[in-house]
């Protein structure tokens, strides 16, 4: 009968014993994001003129926006961190953090069946917008 000390897989096993992990050992030990990571697309309501060239341009499908009604939304877990949406806005209204939102579970749905992920802004009217701006260039 072969000596199993003497099976070639052995020294391999054994130096894996002492050796340090290969890996990090998530959660508990995070890699700090490094400049120019992707993490999670940040919306600015105040310029954005609802195009919808954002959502034109997603490959996931990920923005959508309605213009009629001024609402631009996101599903977060949807987006694959392509940046396409940041390069394309003409506004400059959307870009890239480089930390990533946590994670969500089904567990997370909002009261109003609002899906894990899921994030949405509402723009002000144009005409209500345009009397505040109006109101405080007068004070
Ligand atoms: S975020 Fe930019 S591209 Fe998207 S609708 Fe607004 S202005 Fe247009
Ligand atoms: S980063 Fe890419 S996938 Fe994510 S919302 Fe923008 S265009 Fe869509």
Redesign the pocket.
């Known amino acids: 009968m072969a000596n199993p000390l003497r099976l070639p897989m052995v020294p391999r096993a054994l130096r894996n014993l002492v050796s340090r992990p290969a890996t990090r050992r998530y959660p508990y030990e995070i890699r700090p994001r490094f400049e120019g990571a992707?993490g999670t697309?940040e919306f600015d309501v105040e310029t954005c003129n609802y195009c919808m060239l954002?959502m034109r341009?997603?490959?996931?499908?990920?923005?959508t926006v309605v213009r009629e009604d001024r609402i631009w939304s996101?599903e977060h877990l949807?987006?694959?961190?392509?940046?396409?949406?940041?390069e394309v806005c003409n506004k400059n209204s959307?870009s890239?953090a480089k930390e990533s939102k946590p994670v969500h579970t089904h567990a997370e749905v909002g009261p109003q069946g609002q899906r894990p992920g899921h994030e949405e802004w509402h723009g002000p009217d144009p005409a209500i917008a345009a009397a505040a701006k109006a109101a405080a260039a007068a004070t």
């Not at 341009?57 to 923005?63: M, S």
């Not at 949807?78 to 940041?86: K, L, S």
Request: proline letters at 5%.
């Open positions: 992707r697309i954002c341009r997603c490959p996931a499908a990920a923005i996101i949807t987006c694959i961190g392509c940046n396409v949406c940041v959307l890239m």
